[in-house]
Structure formats: structure tokens, C-alpha cells
């Protein structure tokens, strides 16, 4: 019984910490744009990922 005097407010400050960083996310914009990560994988990226090298020209005069 003696252990409930310990872990009520351990799980309050755990609630509380939780709370706040949920409060923190909201206030950040972490929530702003739910569905845009879902259609960003459906644009089509035009930009190839490996660079090419330049080409060297050959002056044959």
C-alpha cells in the first residue's frame, strides 16, 4: 500500500511530461499537413539521383 504513495505521482509526472510534449508538437506544426507525406511519395522526381559527368569535348581541328 506504502508503494501507491510513490508511483501516483511518478505516473502524474509522466501524464504531465507527456502532455506538454503533445502540447509542444501541436504548437510546432508538427500536425499542419497529414495528408501531404501520403501523396509525396507519388510524385514522380524528374532528377536523376546519380550525377552524370560532364562530357569532354574533342576539338579535332
Known amino acids: ?4 504513495f ?3 505521482p511518478i505516473s502524474l509526472i509522466i501524464m504531465g511530461i507527456a502532455v506538454w510534449v503533445f502540447l ?11 495528408e501531404g507525406p501520403a501523396y509525396r511519395i507519388l510524385m514522380d ?5 546519380i550525377p552524370r559527368r560532364p562530357q569532354l569535348k574533342d576539338d579535332d581541328d
Open 6 to 8: 510513490l508511483l501516483i
Open 24 to 34: 509542444w508538437a501541436i504548437r510546432s506544426g508538427q500536425f499542419d499537413d497529414l
Open 1 to 4: 500500500m506504502d508503494i501507491l
Open 45 to 49: 522526381d524528374d532528377d536523376p539521383l
